[in-house]
């Protein structure tokens, strides 16, 4: 066979075209490189950097913010499967919000022969939705959370109790607490209070 191609092993250079920002986090959620285009953000409506770290507009957002990272990377990140993972960002100049999209780099991804120390790329996105659309739709594919645990949070989020929730579904108590849980899981909530906050901000 013919000698292997000579590719660099320099992670800025695996992106060259990609026109998206895009930020290069290593295994302690510092940024160690930046495209081009993730430049142009920092500093301006909403994202910055805080010497290698990420900082948000809001203190809700940085909590947000550091869950995603640690669901992501986390301290095993060489022995347990990571799937990534997406917040939303509202600016503040009341713009169109942003969406961030974490994508784990493992030694099962072939990129991560060529990405060390990468651990996380962080890619910076506009938000598509349409001003009305579906809050429901808008927790499903944020946080990966089913049709009824979007429902469910949604109802919380409104001030309504664990018994209602149940009452209005025709459900156990059991199982609404239990799903209270895998949606806090899910989002990376410390309990309801913290989940109604998360909920009210993404409405449109």
């Known amino acids: 066979l013919d000698a292997a191609p000579d590719v660099s092993r320099d992670a800025a250079g695996m ?3 990609i026109k998206t920002p895009a930020f290069y986090l290593d295994r302690h959620g510092h940024v160690v490189h930046s495209n ?3 430049q142009k953000l920092i500093g301006r409506d909403g994202i910055d950097l805080d010497g290698a770290r ?3 507009p809001d203190q809700a957002s940085q909590h947000e913010l550091d869950n995603v990272l640690n669901r992501v990377i986390g301290d095993s990140w060489s022995s347990t499967v990571r799937t990534g993972a997406e917040m939303l960002i509202k600016r503040p100049s009341n713009q169109r919000s942003s969406v961030l999209i974490a ?3 493992s030694p099962e ?3 991560a022969t060529f990405s060390t120390p990468i651990r996380c790329i962080v890619f910076v996105l506009e938000d598509r939705f349409e001003p009305d659309s ?3 739709y808008r927790v499903q594919r944020l946080y990966g959370l089913t049709v009824a645990e979007s429902e469910i ?3 919380l989020a409104t001030g309504k109790t664990v018994d209602q929730v149940a009452d209005e579904r025709g459900t156990k108590r059991d199982t609404v607490r239990t ?3 895998h949606i806090l899981a899910k989002t990376g909530a410390s309990n309801q209070t913290a989940l109604a906050g998360m909920i009210v901000r993404l409405r449109p």
């Open 109 to 111: 991804n072939p990129i």
């Open 36 to 38: 081009a285009a993730a």
């Open 134 to 136: 579906a809050l429901a």
């Open 153 to 155: 949070a949604i109802s």
């Open 54 to 56: 990420l900082r948000m």
């Open 179 to 181: 799903q209270l849980k």
């Open 103 to 105: 994508t784990p780099v």
């Open 15 to 17: 992106y060259p075209a």
